[in-house]
């Protein structure tokens, strides 16, 4: 049981990180951004790169990721959901837009990384084992302290900064904000960049445990919807809340229902179905308004 | 006049133009092609009406996964006809689609369309671990469509004895095309077509002048669902086997996609946009490995240069030449 519950907080720290990026565009721009797996692939890949293959620390690798994503998260924003925003009579058109992005990005993986699976060697050598009641690879605990630590950053970053303040003030109100002197196109950039950057920093610290491969990206961004669903899309706390739900339910899932098949993930989406009929609005979520 | 002119030329086109451009041209591949489309696009008529309600629908994939394995099953393990197994596959994702619909059409905007896209997921999940649907190995080996008769007089004959069944499949899919969006198209000028582009504009304020938002919009999620079944069914008889693979994500963004390209605001929206993306994807196999990224770029360029639809261009064009 302990294990269950200590490898279901390692997936929900991890998978927490993905939903905040995800809550974050949503909430500022209201677009669902399809491609936010691709974005956490080209992460993994690009951190892959980056330590297997140039040999250099795992730090630099993350750090590449982080920035790397963060340019195209601003440049997907200011030169294609912008002027699209824009022009549109419905705003629902940038689903399309962003479906052809998440294709995009998946033929640009493909082409410049491969289809094959990569990782990198373990980090840390060893096991952390408590009498054979947890046992838990050292480099799985670095992963999930690391991940928790940005989690932690990032709500200190939306409370206390300035940008952080102003986006807040944007996803609660626009025109509000907008009204009170907040540049909205400026911080708008900067949250789908900020956005992107915790995909592509998840995919980098990821890339160690799982490794990555081109096909991760539709799941993950699967998952990740699951998860803001659960705890109520545009709110920070909800995004957190359901990362950490879904990686409790799967870790629970997959050793409570193995005898059954692959069927976890059904019995999680028939509880969210029922779940969704009284609180339609998530866990943390806001009435419709 | 017009419109009934050129409704009568669309059909003489699809009906006799296109199976004599094919026996000229010897192109018989075409006819896999057009047949795949129309099937499709009787998908994306089904996702343009949940757009009609201001919904946006990522789950047709899951419908038309559904209505594939419906038709497949009773084919093959009950024995019966697949003429009347299409309106089962349809009747049983519309009742479907009404068990489901009843929670998730609560939800709005994104939300609804986050639930849509994984519940496709789920269908294909379903589809590996349910014991009567065969998992991963699927069902193959259906048989062609068999012989509807009244009375001794063939209506429908028996597409194993037909010399050509590639033209038999064309001609019933584009029948089947005909005839639902002939229902689009009435239903949109019709009270209900009122009633749906009510909920389209404000829910709320339609519920407060006395109209029924929830029976209405799992109204049009079932005849959505409806046609998602029918293009499922019709798909699996075409190629004559059904997998959990066969109907996945990228197939429910595409039926979205679908209705997009063409244009939200028009009825034969979807129909247009199904045949330029397939088309397109097709004509791309030629770049091989870049068939991807020149198919993104381009869809891409297609929403920054006409947001509102192909369809919408002429208008566009008039509306520039008129300043």
């Known amino acids: 049981m302990e294990q269950i519950i200590v490898n279901g907080l390692f997936l929900g720290a991890s998978y927490a990180l993905i939903a905040l990026g995800l809550t974050l565009i949503f909430s500022l721009m209201n677009v669902l951004n399809f491609a936010h797996g691709q974005m956490y692939v080209i992460g993994g890949f690009i951190t892959y790169t980056v330590v ?120 609660q109100d626009r025109m509000a904000a907008e009204l009170m002197g907040v540049d909205v196109a400026r911080y708008s950039m900067i949250g789908f960049a900020l956005g992107a950057m915790l995909a592509g920093l998840v995919g980098g610290l990821l ?24 705890g109520g899309a545009g709110v920070i706390s909800g995004a957190i809340a359901g990362g950490f739900l879904l990686g409790m339910l799967e870790s629970v899932g997959l050793s409570l229902l193995a005898a059954y098949g692959d069927i976890t993930y059904l019995v999680i989406f028939a509880s969210l179905m029922i779940f969704l009929a009284f609180r339609p609005q998530g866990l943390m979520g806001k009435p419709w308004g | 006049m ?54 946006i629908n990522i789950g047709q994939g899951a419908y038309a996964l559904a209505g594939g394995y419906v038709a497949a099953i009773l084919i093959t393990k009950a024995g019966i006809n697949f003429w009347a197994t299409l309106p089962l596959a349809g009747l049983f994702c519309a009742g479907l689609a009404v068990l489901i619909g009843l929670p998730i059409l609560r939800l709005r905007g994104v939300y609804f369309s986050m639930v849509t896209l994984v519940l496709t997921e789920v269908a294909r999940l379903s589809a590996l671990a349910l014991p009567i649907t065969n998992g991963a190995r699927g069902i193959t080996s259906i048989p062609l469509p068999g012989e509807v008769s009244v009375f001794g007089l063939t209506l429908i004959p028996d597409f194993a004895r037909l010399e050509n069944p590639k033209l038999a499949f064309y001609l019933m899919a584009v029948t089947l095309m005909c005839l639902a969006y002939l229902v689009l198209w009435r239903l949109t000028r019709s009270r209900l077509g009122h009633l749906f582009r009510s909920l389209q504009q404000n829910e709320d304020l339609a519920a407060s002048i006395g109209v029924n938002i929830a029976l209405l919009r799992v109204l049009a999620y079932a005849i959505s669902s409806f046609m998602g079944g029918i293009a499922g069914a019709g798909f699996v008889v075409i190629s004559q086997s059904i997998y959990p693979s066969s109907f996945q994500v990228a197939d429910s963004v595409n039926f979205m996609l679908n209705c997009f390209l063409g244009g939200l605001g028009f009825v034969f929206g979807p129909m247009l946009g199904t045949l330029v993306l397939y088309f397109g994807w097709s004509l791309l196999f030629a770049a091989a490995k870049y068939q991807m990224l020149i198919y993104s770029t381009l869809l891409i360029a297609a929403m920054l240069v006409v947001p509102n639809g192909l369809l919408s261009l002429p208008a566009m064009l008039r509306g520039k030449g008129g300043k």
């Open chain 1, 52 to 171: 297997a293959q140039f040999h250099l620390p795992f730090v630099v690798g993350l750090i590449c990721s982080a920035v790397a994503l963060a340019a195209l998260g601003a440049f997907v924003e200011r030169f294609l959901f912008a002027p699209v925003i824009r022009r549109s009579k419905r705003e629902e058109s940038t689903m399309l837009l962003a479906a052809g992005i998440a294709f995009f990005l998946d033929a640009v993986t493909l082409l410049v990384f491969g289809e094959k699976q990569r990782g990198i060697p373990k980090l840390v050598p060893g096991v952390f084992n408590w009498d054979f009641r947890i046992v838990m690879p050292y480099d799985r605990i670095l992963i999930g302290v690391l991940a928790v630590a940005l989690i932690v950053a990032f709500i200190l970053f939306m409370r206390q900064s300035r940008t952080g303040r102003a986006m807040r003030a944007l996803a």
């Open chain 1, 207 to 230: 890339v160690s445990i799982v490794g990555v491969n081109l096909g991760m990206g539709g799941p993950t961004s699967i998952k990740a919807f699951l998860m803001i669903m659960i």
């Open chain 2, 2 to 55: 017009i419109r009934a002119l050129s409704v009568a030329a669309f059909l003489l086109a699809l009906y006799i133009g296109v199976p004599g451009l094919i026996a000229l041209t010897g192109r018989w591949d075409f006819y896999y092609t057009l047949t795949s489309v129309a099937l499709l696009s009787i998908g994306s008529a089904g996702v343009w009406l949940t757009f009609y309600i201001g919904r």
